[in-house]
């Protein structure tokens, strides 16, 4: 992501307090968790349903956080929740046969990272309050 | 959504009681969400990124219904609040010009559908608990 | 698809001759396909990452149809191609074990109708020349 | 994307060579216009909805990409002649306006670099016949 294209991002949230640096990271660590999901639902083990609707949540919750036009802070935290919880789900999948595949042992270390960006997101986002 | 197809998915949810017509009804309900907010983002209103957001949070809604392997009760609501909060905004967005455009008025409708079947889904899972 | 909103989109594409209902037919197909093709992959069968890619592929035709501003007669035909081929693979992954799944054999079907309502939008283009 | 990721994709693509490099320079660029053509959308200018089309193409491209498993060549071939022409599409519509818009210029050269490396994957399977 982009300084300039930052800078454009930060003007679709005027009222809303958000840690940029966070926001920044946290789109990154979607996008990264997103593939990790991808890859790893292709192994056809029992966690490929939970990695594809990560795969699809983080995607999601990177698009949002790139159109913040509109978004409230109650919205943006139900969000947030959401990429988090669905992070989890998929992280805990993928641990049950995290010995037998290194792609999976990947997955969830790309889940935990994902949520942990959100989380700063949303600690950032009550700091603000 | 055809009948055999649900009986599949219904085995994918050992555990988690949900009433099938009412997921059935919601995910009926996420895709014409979807698809109305995608034609009502081309109108280049000011309703238009919170109407791409509310697109992609309602596939993605719609595709972990359809995926439910591993899922928790816990996951589940923070994805029907996540989607219901999405909604919300959009046809927030979409109602301060309504009288303008008949596709916002339609897209506002298709939202207020999609939160009302999210919400039964969710009065469901906890009438089960 | 709502009467309003296809006439909605019928205004977004000045200069290019498409058939309307072929038109919606095919979003409709879209639409089907990639909600058979999401539940086929939960199966965690040889089908899934075939199915997965069919999935995004309808879902990526049926917005654009939703989107006509700005699209030519090369791009949309190279759409219509991709989405064709990407059927074509996953209806072929599905057959190979279709005496052994109905969740195959259904999906193998709503492939079948997509690149068919795929090729009518095709031909109604080229007709119209 | 990660060396043994990248590993664990070659694997999927018995019979098809590719180049690798080629291959994962493809995805980083995909994954960069998807977000480049994000932010452009929220512009509300008329290539939003070129932008978000081609988001959209890009990002079933990348996890096309990510799951080989079933491709034949010549599905490939047409989701990377897809993939060219929504980049065209949309490059086409920002340059109307990037002397007006830094995000449109930057979104336009995303479409281009995807172009290229799209192109580049091209000629390494026509290389490798």
Not at 44 to 67: E, F, G, I, V
């Amino acid at each position: 992501m982009d300084a300039m294209m930052m800078d454009s991002m930060k003007t679709a949230m005027p009222g809303m307090e958000m840690d940029m640096a966070a926001m920044q990271a946290c789109m990154d660590a979607c996008a990264a968790c997103e593939q990790a999901c991808t890859v790893c639902s292709t192994q056809l083990m029992s966690c490929s349903p939970a990695c594809m609707n990560c795969a699809d949540m983080c995607n999601t919750m990177m698009r949002t956080m790139m159109r913040m036009q509109g978004m409230t802070p109650a919205a943006m935290m139900a969000m947030l929740d959401a990429c988090i919880a669905m992070c989890q789900v998929c992280m805990d999948e993928c641990m049950e046969h995290a010995d037998n595949s290194e792609v999976c042992k990947m997955c969830a270390a790309a889940c935990q990272a994902c949520m942990d960006a959100c989380a700063m997101v949303r600690e950032s986002m009550i700091a603000a309050r």
